[in-house]
């Protein structure tokens, strides 16, 4: 059984740093892609970052150049590094495996 289980959130300053990790227990997924989203009240889920099994990543321009994907094969574990946050990265950050799998989500505040 595939499960994903976010860790990291919380609330910071503008500012602020935060290190979000992603833990899958199950079968590897070394093979994956793997991805974070995140969705703030009242607005649909939107993908933030995403990394292939290669290391290609990709990200949504809101955080470009603030945001980093990383992943850790050998510890199943997918990492989101975020910098200069903002107010507007207020949001639950999900952990996905293909999309097929999700996390239960962490909680980021940023305050102002």
């Known amino acids: 059984q595939v499960r994903l289980v976010e860790t990291g959130g919380g609330v910071v300053q503008a500012g602020g740093s935060l290190r979000l990790a992603c833990a899958a227990a199950g079968n590897s997924f070394s093979n994956d892609i793997m991805g974070w989203y995140r969705q703030a009240p009242g607005k649909q889920r939107e993908l933030v970052a995403t990394?292939?099994?290669?290391?290609?990543?990709n990200y949504v321009d809101s955080v470009k150049g603030r945001f980093t994907i990383s992943r850790d094969n050998a510890k199943n574990t997918v990492y989101l590094q975020m910098t200069s946050l903002k107010p507007e990265d207020t949001a639950v950050y999900y952990c996905?495996?293909?999309?097929?799998?999700w996390g239960q989500g962490t909680q980021v505040t940023v305050s102002s």
């Open positions: 996905t495996r293909r999309t097929d799998y």
């Open positions: 990394i292939t099994s290669g290391g290609y990543t």
